[in-house]
């Protein structure tokens, strides 16, 4: 029970079904304050006033704000990632063109619809390290990327190993969305970043 409760960042597990309720409606009007406003305006009295729970009942389960916040983003998490896993596998043996044109536009809806707790994450980087080895997706998607280069060998270049190139592709892509979204004003628009990116990862194939 220990080591869930940690992952978890509960103080202690709800045991009753009501306590199980409770929690979850901290949990959901912390979550969607943190998409429509930003962890800047989240505080416990916020939280207190939108559910009607009281702050002591709130710090019953959790220590800190940032326990709130960290609970809220594991539980979008949880429901958000199997659909991009899905998304991935459906998408890995795709034509080269194809399968970049596609990830990059997933990768923009996803970093758009998550901005604000990206930010947060960027900000707290321990947290978005815990975030990143529960949720395996940069294994997964290396892996991914990986075979799909493997099935496509010769419209990449030779000189580059598979492995690399899905590297690139991956930490290049997902390095410069990051930054377009974590600055208050970027010197390029949205469309350009996504046409941008799609002609950056061209340049890793043969023609």
């Given at each position: 029970?220990?080591?869930?409760?940690?992952?978890?960042?509960?103080?202690?597990?709800?045991?009753?079904?009501?306590?199980?309720?409770?929690v979850a409606k901290?949990?959901?009007?912390?979550?969607?304050?943190?998409?429509?406003?930003?962890?800047?305006?989240?505080?416990?009295?916020?939280?207190?006033?939108?559910?009607?729970?009281?702050?002591?009942?709130?710090?019953?389960?959790?220590?800190?704000?940032?326990?709130?916040?960290?609970?809220?983003?594991?539980?979008?998490?949880?429901?958000?990632?199997?659909?991009?896993?899905?998304?991935?596998?459906?998408?890995?043996?795709?034509?080269?063109?194809?399968?970049?044109?596609?990830?990059?536009?997933?990768?923009?809806?996803?970093?758009?619809?998550?901005?604000?707790?990206?930010?947060?994450?960027?900000?707290?980087?321990?947290?978005?390290?815990?975030?990143?080895?529960?949720?395996?997706?940069?294994?997964?998607?290396?892996?991914?990327?990986?075979?799909?280069?493997?099935?496509?060998?010769?419209?990449?270049?030779?000189?580059?190993?598979?492995?690399?190139?899905?590297?690139?592709?991956?930490?290049?892509?997902?390095?410069?969305?990051?930054?377009?979204?974590?600055?208050?004003?970027?010197?390029?628009?949205?469309?350009?970043?996504?046409?941008?990116l799609k002609r950056?990862?061209?340049?890793?194939?043969?023609?």
């Amino acid at each position: 029970m220990a080591s869930e409760n940690r992952s978890s960042r509960l103080r202690k597990a709800p045991q009753q079904q009501r306590s199980r309720e409770l929690v979850a409606k901290i949990v959901t009007a912390t979550g969607q304050l943190l998409r429509t406003e930003g962890p800047e305006a989240i505080t416990t009295n916020r939280i207190a006033a939108i559910t009607g729970i009281g702050k002591g009942s709130i710090y019953q389960y959790f220590s800190t704000k940032d326990d709130i916040i960290m609970a809220a983003i594991r539980d979008a998490a949880d429901r958000q990632l199997p659909c991009v896993r899905s998304a991935l596998a459906a998408n890995a043996l795709a034509p080269p063109q194809q399968m970049m044109d596609s990830a990059i536009d997933m990768l923009i809806a996803f970093t758009t619809d998550n901005a604000p707790t990206l930010r947060y994450l960027n900000e707290n980087p321990g947290f978005a390290r815990e975030v990143e080895a529960s949720s395996n997706m940069p294994v997964l998607m290396q892996t991914m990327m990986t075979l799909h280069v493997q099935q496509y060998r010769d419209q990449y270049h030779a000189d580059l190993e598979a492995e690399t190139i899905a590297w690139l592709f991956i930490n290049s892509a997902i390095t410069t969305t990051l930054m377009f979204f974590q600055t208050d004003r970027s010197p390029i628009d949205l469309q350009q970043l996504r046409v941008g990116l799609k002609r950056m990862a061209y340049g890793l194939l043969t023609s």
